[in-house]
């Protein structure tokens, strides 16, 4: 009896063993395949920001009715297209190493939605350079492209198993959608000091962006290393970063809407929040290169752990611990039961990242909402037409002509040419009305 139950015991030791051996290779796998991400988040970060001066400079060609910034547009678009040429192969060796990723559905959604919008992008560039769009069409159209670029930097951070390897992609992430906000605060008030002055639309603008900032840092400085903070501080002290705040304020002043800037020319502008947003690629480059070490710090802890392991006594079988903490009284209930934090995430962790996923999963939540966007790109277009085509019938004007008016209209009024043409169909009547009468 004695010798059964010591071979059932040597038995079920030997499949507890094979068990956790098999565990410790599920998680090298999945530390390389974070290392590949890594990769690929520093060069998605890379093409980001340099989209994101190229959005600035097309604001301000457009703004100046191409009289400014088109030598500057052309090398930032340069810079840009090269660099999502590394971003293209990058994503060729990431599929090659991506092998049954966790939640890879969704992240290779994110990455072919990410490059059907860049396709897109040479359709853009030549809009921008016939002046085809005003300021604000364009700022949409280039945020539209970034925001499906840092989708697929989200769905990397929502993918992370390991608790440190989270709060530091979690940290990343929102530095560079901080930085993001920036980008498209810089192009939006470049389009203001481009024409001169700023109304009560660009105004709310610039304040919601501004907040939006402000939230991204927050949650950043929550999960950042103190190394990371620091540097951040750092950067906050910059005579950059004070001017832009001395700019903001004459922006979003009374008598800008009057055309009072204080003298404070498109290229200044431009200038000061380039270099305070340079500051934050600084950051941003630091989390990243650090996070590609942490990588590979956790591949060689992961591949020393299985060594010693396949080291040790056939039999012999390691503790296996999780730490659970009590469950956030706020959060707690929320799906019927408690909520614990495993591996050393603390309550205050969990609420920031269910924070992170709830900012942003709206604009994440289901591909369908992409063909729902192009679907209204189409419509927006048929729209555009119509207008056009009630001006040509009733103000005898050709095509050209009546775009123009339409694209005038709009820059005059600082609306997006989608409003105003959704303007003018709101009149046909009187103006068909009119015709009649005059005829």
Same mark, same amino acid.
């Given at each position: 009896?004695?010798?059964? =139950?010591?071979?059932?015991? $040597?038995?079920?030791? %030997? ?8 565990? +410790? ?6 530390? @390389? ?19 994101? +001066? ?16 088109? @030598?500057?547009? %052309? ?8 660099? @999502? ?28 939605? /990410? ?43 929502? *993918? ?34 481009? =024409? ?19 939230? /991204?840092?927050? *949650? ?9 903070? %620091?540097?951040?501080?750092? &950067? ?10 001395? #700019? ?18 498109? @290229? ?12 934050? +690629? ?20 992961? =591949? ?13 079988? #390691?503790?296996?611990? #999780? ?22 995430? !603390? ?19 289901? &591909? ?6 192009? +679907?209204?790109?189409?419509?927006? =277009? $048929?729209?555009?037409?119509?207008? $056009?085509?009630?001006? #040509? ?10 775009? $123009?008016?339409? !694209? ?9 040419? *989608?409003?105003?043409?959704? %303007? ?5 009547? *009187? ?9």
């Amino acid at each position: 009896m004695g010798t059964e =139950r010591e071979t059932r015991g $040597k038995g079920t030791g %030997a499949a507890a063993a094979r068990f956790l051996r098999a565990a +410790k290779l599920c998680r090298i796998r999945d530390v @390389e395949q974070l290392l590949a991400v890594s990769a690929l988040v520093r060069d998605l970060s890379a093409l980001i920001h340099a989209l994101q +001066k190229e959005r600035g400079a097309s604001s301000i060609y457009l703004g100046s009715n191409g009289s400014r910034f088109g @030598e500057d547009r %052309a090398r930032l678009q340069a810079d840009a297209k090269a660099l @999502e040429a590394v971003l293209r192969s990058r994503l060729g060796l990431v599929d090659e190493q991506l092998d049954r990723l966790s939640s890879g559905a969704q992240f290779y959604s994110r990455v072919a939605i /990410a490059l059907h919008a860049l396709d897109g992008l040479p359709a853009l560039r030549d809009q921008v350079s016939s002046l085809a769009l005003v300021p604000q069409d364009s700022v949409k159209a280039f945020t539209d492209v970034v925001g499906h670029l840092l989708s697929v930097v989200f769905e990397a951070a929502d *993918i992370a198993a390991d608790p440190a390897i989270s709060r530091a992609l979690v940290a990343l992430f929102n530095m560079v959608q901080g930085k993001e906000f920036a980008g498209q605060e810089r192009a939006t008030a470049s389009a203001g000091f481009s =024409r001169g002055r700023f109304d009560g639309v660009e105004h709310g603008r610039l304040a919601h962006l501004i907040d939006a900032q402000n939230r /991204a840092f927050r *949650i950043f400085a929550e999960f950042a290393d103190p190394a990371h903070a %620091a540097v951040f501080h750092t &950067v906050l002290a910059d005579p950059a970063v004070a001017e832009v705040e001395r #700019m903001r304020t004459v922006a979003l002043g009374a008598d800008a809407r009057h055309g009072e800037l204080s003298g404070i020319t498109p @290229e200044a502008w431009f200038e000061q929040a380039t270099r305070r947003i340079e500051l934050l +690629k600084t950051v941003e480059d630091r989390l990243t290169e650090d996070l590609r070490r942490l990588c590979e710090v956790k591949l060689a802890q992961a =591949r020393a752990d299985l060594e010693q392991a396949d080291g040790s006594a056939p039999d012999a079988v #390691m503790p296996v611990a #999780m730490l659970l903490v009590d469950a956030d009284p706020a959060l707690a209930g929320q799906d019927g039961g408690g909520l614990y934090a495993p591996d050393g995430l !603390r309550p205050k962790l969990m609420r920031s990242v269910l924070d992170v996923m709830q900012a942003q999963s709206q604009r994440l939540r289901d &591909v369908s909402l992409e063909l729902e966007t192009a +679907k209204a790109a189409l419509n927006e =277009r $048929k729209v555009i037409d119509r207008a $056009k085509g009630l001006l #040509m019938s009733t103000r005898n004007l050709s095509e050209e002509e009546a775009y $123009k008016l339409i !694209r005038k209209t709009a820059m005059n009024q600082n609306k997006r040419i *989608i409003e105003v043409a959704e %303007a003018i169909l709101s009149m046909s009547d *009187i103006l068909r009305g009119v015709t009649a009468g005059g005829g």
